[in-house]
């Protein structure tokens, strides 16, 4: 793929200039439903780029280990889409946003239990109960794999996140049998929850997440291990999705201030990415009200202004 690769000396400026420019921003808070992510040090702020030819550049807490969360939605929407296809992806589960937070029943009650994202929690599962395996551990094994061939090393679940979540997760147990009813879950809604729980709790660093970005962004090859990872025919419908749905009822705001494909997660992570080009990630555990890191968004603002990076310029 043609690759634009940036100055590196500039980027390396502007991410501590970013990092400096949002760490003053005390506002937000710890995602608190989750007992385990309320413990987390509230002004952790690591930032990281990623280049497509793999220059690593960091900044701040970047090695730090955090609950990868929502942004995982991501990397399962892509190994589905290897496994069944880009059609099937948008039958079953669909491309649009909710316009609704991403826990939402009424979203699902709108459409007839159709999720309408792979990135709302509906969405994800659905996402994870169409990956083809012979048992629920061989799922989870094909998504833990997968996802450390995204990151270029074995990842692992942070024990302490997994069974928190695991023991306040019945609202999503609620999502997955509410499809499971009607018909748009496509195996046992227990295991689907879990799996797509256990998924959420995987650590991964700023480092990890924006070498998995990178990978998207270097058309499917990861430029540190230089395996290609997954098909680039899927990259475009993996942006489009992260545009419409990645911050959920704030993703219309950060395609207007930052202009590029973004991914939040409940556990301060964010990544962003410029394909062609290069990947960001930030972490910082306070979050708005709609779960994205205050922090976070803030340095992608600062970021993409500063090197002229949206895409709809
Ligand atoms: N937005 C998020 O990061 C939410 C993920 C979290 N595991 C949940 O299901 O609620």
Redesign the pocket.
């Known amino acids: 793929m043609q690759k634009n690769i940036i100055d590196t000396k500039k980027l390396e400026a502007v991410l501590k200039q970013a990092h400096s420019t949002a760490e003053s921003d005390q506002s937000g808070a710890n995602?608190s439903?989750?007992p385990a992510l309320a413990k987390v040090p509230s002004n952790l702020f690591g930032l990281t780029a990623v280049t497509a030819d793999g220059t690593v550049l960091e900044t701040g807490d970047s090695s730090y280990p955090f609950?990868i969360?929502?942004?995982s939605k991501v990397f399962s929407m892509a190994l589905v889409m290897e496994a069944v296809g880009a059609q099937e992806m948008l039958k079953k589960v669909g491309a649009d946003p909710t316009g609704l937070p991403?826990?939402s029943v009424m979203a699902l009650e709108l459409h007839r239990g159709k999720p309408l994202s792979p990135l709302v929690?509906a969405g994800?599962m659905a996402t994870v109960s169409l990956l083809p395996a012979a048992n629920a551990d061989e799922k989870w094994q094909k998504i833990l794999d997968g996802y450390s061939q995204f990151a270029g090393h074995s990842l692992e679940v942070m024990d302490a996140v997994y069974t928190s979540?695991a023991a306040t997760?019945s609202?999503?147990k609620g999502i997955a049998w509410l499809m499971s009813s009607y018909g748009t879950l496509y195996d046992d809604p227990d295991t689907t929850c879990d799996i797509?729980?256990k998924q959420?709790?995987i650590a991964i660093t700023c480092k990890d997440l924006a070498v998995m970005g990178s990978t998207l962004a270097n058309g499917g090859v990861n430029p540190i291990t230089g395996k290609a990872i997954i098909n680039p025919e899927f990259l475009p419908h993996i942006f489009a999705e992260m545009t419409m749905e990645g911050l959920?009822g704030a993703s219309g705001d950060f395609a207007y201030t930052v202009g590029l494909p973004g991914k939040?997660?409940?556990?301060g992570g964010l990544l962003a990415v410029v394909p062609g080009q290069l990947a960001l990630s930030a972490f910082s555990p306070r979050l708005d009200p709609i779960?994205n890191s205050v922090r976070g968004q803030k340095a992608m603002r600062f970021i993409s202004d500063a090197l002229d990076l949206s895409l709809y310029r």
């Open positions: 995602a439903y989750i609950a969360e929502s942004i991403f826990n929690n994800a979540e997760n609202h999503n797509y729980t959420c709790s959920y939040s997660g409940v556990g779960g």
